[in-house]
């Protein structure tokens, strides 16, 4: 039974490129971790209290998460926190809370959940509305909630006492001028993104933060074929070099259609000179991102 447990569960990680181990621990601080699935990453805090950790990632990863935690310290787990409500992100809570974690989020990732149910979401066990704290001590996690943006409920996660900045999905270091991976941007809320943006840049200045942690990996080109996953964190300054991008192709769709140009044809005429240089541009891929804005301009959402 314990071997056939074994091989049920998948030896490596979703694909990362070559040269980029599949499953990595990091320590960024004393006491501050990260844990890296294939392209995802989380955080955990150690404290002499217990861990507080975030995104579980998916129930495979899960297994793997806790035994990096526990190759680190043998305090347990007791807060869970969700940084939003998206599978991907969120899936395999129920290997944490089985060993007694409590799981925080924003309320609205309650919501979510229960309009799209997947059998490996667990719900939260805690919500706030605009802003919490999970602590441990002297360490663990701010909680911030400036609205939709990536998803309806994602917040951003300030790592105390380090004033380190999480920004999942949002924000992807080294820096923020770049395309998203999906250039359909699922559940990517246009009418409140800058302005989102606009309020973590305002707390990045309020709190003096200087480095963001990436949720993603970023492979590095090395040469031959081969990629490095470092670096995991950059400086904050992305967030305000992602509002910008938002801000100018957003401003350039606008510019297209308010002279009456319908949306599927903006994306032929918007141009595109602005952002060649943004990280991962593919022409293809940008004319998708173009129609999605144009649909939002059309229609509100």
């Given at each position: 039974?314990?071997?056939?447990?074994?091989l049920t569960v998948p030896a490596v990680a979703q694909f990362v490129p070559p040269g980029?181990?599949?499953?990595?621990?990091?320590?960024?601080?004393?006491?501050?971790?990260?844990?890296?699935?294939?392209a995802y990453r989380s955080v955990f805090i150690v404290t002499e209290e217990g861990v507080i950790a975030t995104d579980p990632i998916s129930p495979e990863a899960a297994i793997r998460y806790r035994e990096a935690i526990a190759a680190v310290t043998d305090q347990p787990v007791r807060y869970l926190v969700y940084s939003h409500s998206h599978w991907d992100h969120v899936s395999g809570g129920l290997l944490f809370k089985d060993v007694g974690a409590t799981i925080v989020a924003q309320r609205?990732?309650?919501?979510?959940?229960?309009?799209?149910?997947?059998?490996d979401v667990i719900a939260p066990d805690v919500t706030f509305d605009q802003q919490t704290d999970?602590?441990?001590?002297?360490?663990?996690?701010?909680?911030?909630?400036?609205?939709?943006?990536?998803?309806?409920?994602?917040?951003?996660?300030?790592?105390?006492?380090?004033?380190?900045?999480?920004?999942?999905d949002l924000v992807t270091p080294p820096?923020?001028?770049?395309?998203?991976?999906?250039?359909?941007?699922?559940?990517?809320?246009?009418?409140?993104?800058?302005?989102?943006?606009?309020?973590?840049e305002a707390l990045v200045a309020s709190e003096g933060i200087e480095t963001l942690i990436g949720s993603h990996l970023?492979?590095?080109?090395?040469?031959?074929?081969?990629?490095?996953?470092?670096?995991?964190?950059?400086?904050?300054?992305?967030?305000?070099?992602?509002?910008?991008?938002?801000?100018?192709l957003m401003s350039a769709v606008k510019a297209e259609m308010d002279k009456g140009t319908v949306s599927f044809m903006v994306s032929g005429r918007v141009d595109l000179s602005p952002f060649q240089d943004a990280r991962n541009y593919n022409k293809k891929d940008m004319k998708l991102l173009i129609n999605r804005i144009a649909a939002y301009y059309s229609i509100g959402r």
């Open positions: 039974g314990m071997l056939l447990a074994v980029i181990e599949p499953v990595e621990t990091e320590q960024l601080a004393d006491a501050l971790h990260t844990f890296r699935w294939g609205r990732c309650v919501d979510n959940m229960a309009e799209s149910p997947n059998p999970v602590m441990l001590g002297e360490r663990g996690i701010s909680l911030y909630y400036f609205g939709p943006s990536h998803d309806t409920c994602l917040a951003m996660m300030v790592l105390r006492p380090w004033n380190m900045l999480v920004a999942v820096s923020g001028w770049y395309m998203p991976w999906d250039p359909q941007v699922a559940d990517f809320h246009f009418y409140n993104a800058v302005e989102y943006l606009e309020q973590v970023v492979p590095v080109p090395l040469g031959k074929g081969r990629f490095g996953g470092k670096p995991s964190t950059g400086p904050a300054t992305a967030v305000t070099e992602r509002r910008e991008f938002w801000q100018q």
